[in-house]
């Protein structure tokens, strides 16, 4: 697996949020004509199976994540041969994989035999972790994907009960206050997601807030967020395309998290000096996060600085 193609995949999530949340930005022109051009390459999905351990998600991803009205690309081909080999199907699967695979493909609009979200929800870790207990051993990944998938990364109710959804909300909570006080850039921007995606608003949590905060003062001067964490940053002496593997994850995760936190609700560039701070950031990270990925689609890594914005596994 390299960067790129990684990238290339979180630059379409980020795309086709960037489309609900704020459809009438003219920046989400250029990514879009950048994602379209990718996902007609024919050489593109065989890059997606250099690493054989993620060659089927990240196929099932390409095509789930193709833009509405794509034409000539294969994308329609590589969802035909996930489905020959096997993987739209339970068998094999953990039970994290098992709902990835079932929200790639319902985005994807593909049939399958996958298990409902609320018996894989059942399964999840986030649902085994028992109220009260130490979230040390939680591997934040997990956690927050867990949300974003049962929720459509804020697009419909996570389908939890009180109880449930009482407990995923202090665990998601304890494990933003940990990630941040530990400066985990690119974890705490997930979590703050994942409030989002559970009904609270990270704008007015202390967790969230905090969160937020220390992500507005990790950017740089361009709105890159500079490595997943304090301790990794990237400084004056990295090259474009150490800098590129470095930032690329951090940039984009932020990038999606404060568009959907500030683009979905309303107030969103009005809720106090924290949610307007970071609405403001969530444009110049998105702008940053466009070029950061799109790097990755020409010359190997190139650091782009990011287009004026006007105004973000």
Known sequence: M????????????LCRHWERAAPADPALAEVRATVERVWRRPEYPRQLTLDPRYSQPFRLMYGALAPAGLTG??????????????????????PYLHLE?????DVAGVAHRLHSYRDLWAASELARHGGGRSVAGLEVCNVTHTVFYLSD???????????????????????TDRCTERGEWDLSAKLVLA?????????????????????AEAQSADGAIPGRCADQRADDATTPAAFFRMAYQATLVAAL???????????????GSTGARSAGGARSTTATATS???AGTGDAGARTPAPAAGGAR
Do not use: N, W
Not at 157 to 174: C, I, K, M, S
Not at 195 to 215: E, F, K, N, V
Not at 257 to 271: F, N, Q
């Open 2 to 13: 390299t960067p790129r193609v990684k990238a290339l995949l979180q630059l379409a999530l």
């Open 73 to 94: 690309s294969p994308y329609p081909d590589v969802l035909r041969g996930l489905a020959a080999e096997g993987f739209l199907a339970p068998r094999g699967k953990s």
């Open 101 to 105: 695979t079932r929200y790639y493909a």
């Open 153 to 175: 990364f804020g697009l419909r109710d996570p389908g939890l009960d009180a109880e449930d959804l009482r407990r995923a909300r202090d665990v998601v909570d304890r494990l």
């Open 195 to 215: 409030q989002h995606c559970l009904g609270l608003d990270p704008r007015q949590t202390p967790s969230g807030t905090a969160a937020l905060r220390m992500l």
């Open 257 to 271: 998290s404060t568009l959907i936190v500030c683009g979905a609700r309303p107030g969103g560039e009005t809720g």
């Open 292 to 294: 950061t990925a799109t």
